[in-house]
């Protein structure tokens, strides 16, 4: 039996689980392996240095190694409401915000940043002061 087209069940993993990175079904409620709800993730964006998931309380980086190739274990989590002065810089694609006292800056590829922007701007979290 070979894995041709006529052998295809159509199931393809393409909704990453943000906290152990294994694809799933897009229709899967929960992550195959770890079992963390994946209904929790507003965006999931997976960048050069590190994957960013978006919660509706919570911004959380998950660090990856300098070859890129995997993650590092290291993780932050911020709360949306604690942070301040958003920023999305222009015309370099970074993304800035002050968290207790401390300026966190993200520099990201044009189609997450665009991705994180417009969710930002559409949930309230971000306004545009000249758009």
Partial sequence: MSLD???NLGIYLDRICPSCGVGNPEDAD???ICDKDLN??????EDEFYDIEL???SLI???KNFFRTRRTG???????NKME???FGHPITRFSFVYNGKKEVYALKKE??????????KTGRFKELNP
Wanted: positive net charge; hydrophobic residues 35%.
């Fill in 5 to 7: 087209d006529g052998n």
């Fill in 30 to 32: 929960n992550c195959i």
């Fill in 40 to 45: 929790e993730t507003v965006l999931f964006l």
């Fill in 55 to 57: 919660t509706r309380e």
């Fill in 61 to 63: 980086e998950y660090r």
């Fill in 74 to 80: 290291k993780v932050k989590k911020y709360s949306l």
């Fill in 85 to 87: 002065k958003i920023v």
């Fill in 112 to 121: 997450n940043y665009t991705s994180l922007k417009n969710l930002m701007i």
